[in-house]
């Protein structure tokens, strides 16, 4: 892997409390350990480095790392911040994406689990009577419980929602591609963070 590779790879970022609160390429990550504002994470023992004591780690071979001049810098895959102890406020957008992750590509009135095709977004509250499209008025359903359901609400159709919608509860600042997750990083974050794929 060159060098211009390994420093855009991702770093994960947890503050002082170590909460998982952003990632950061590996370039950002050495500039903020060089800078004393975060120290480096060892995930197999929770050791915490600075700058200094990092670069004098030694590297396994098969490993990739940062090379200067005069020293192989081992890749810094959890940082911890020295100053910074808040959590950010971030909401998830409101989308059809973010909206088969909630749902969990299930239909919410029969459980069935068809595809992303044969599953579309239902309004409770039909759009046509004053229905709106966000997070507590839209469910997935199936072909079959979406035609059944037609231009009604779930009271008058008598179909049961199996879970009252509301806006999800994870954080979108981890929205990472799954093939960018580390292992290193399962220590400090549960699997509800990754970015899921598309199809379940």
């Not at 591609?177 to 970015?195: G, L």
Request: glycine fraction near 4%; proline fraction near 8%.
């Amino acid at each position: 892997m060159t060098d211009s590779l390994v420093l855009s790879q991702p770093t994960l970022v947890l503050n002082k409390g170590w909460f998982a609160i952003d990632t950061t390429s590996v370039r950002n990550a050495l500039g903020l350990l060089f800078s004393g504002a975060a120290k480096a994470v060892r995930p197999e023992n929770y050791e915490m480095h600075c700058f200094d004591s990092w670069a004098d780690l030694a590297v396994p071979t098969e490993e990739p790392c940062v090379r200067t001049v005069s020293l192989r810098i081992r890749v810094p895959e959890v940082i911890v911040l020295t100053r910074y102890d808040r959590i950010p406020v971030c909401h998830v957008p409101f989308s059809r994406r973010n909206l088969y992750r909630r749902d969990k590509y299930t239909c919410q009135y029969c459980g069935g689990r068809p595809g992303s095709l044969e599953l579309s977004i239902d309004h409770m509250m039909p759009l046509s009577r004053g229905g709106r499209s966000d997070w507590t008025n839209c469910v997935l359903a199936c072909t079959s419980c979406n035609h059944r359901k037609a231009n009604r609400t779930p009271r008058e159709a008598h179909m049961k929602i199996r879970k009252i919608p509301d806006a999800p509860n994870w954080t979108p600042l981890l929205e990472v591609p799954i093939a960018r997750v580390k292992q290193s990083w399962e220590k400090f974050v549960s699997d509800r963070y990754w970015d899921l794929p598309l199809e379940p």
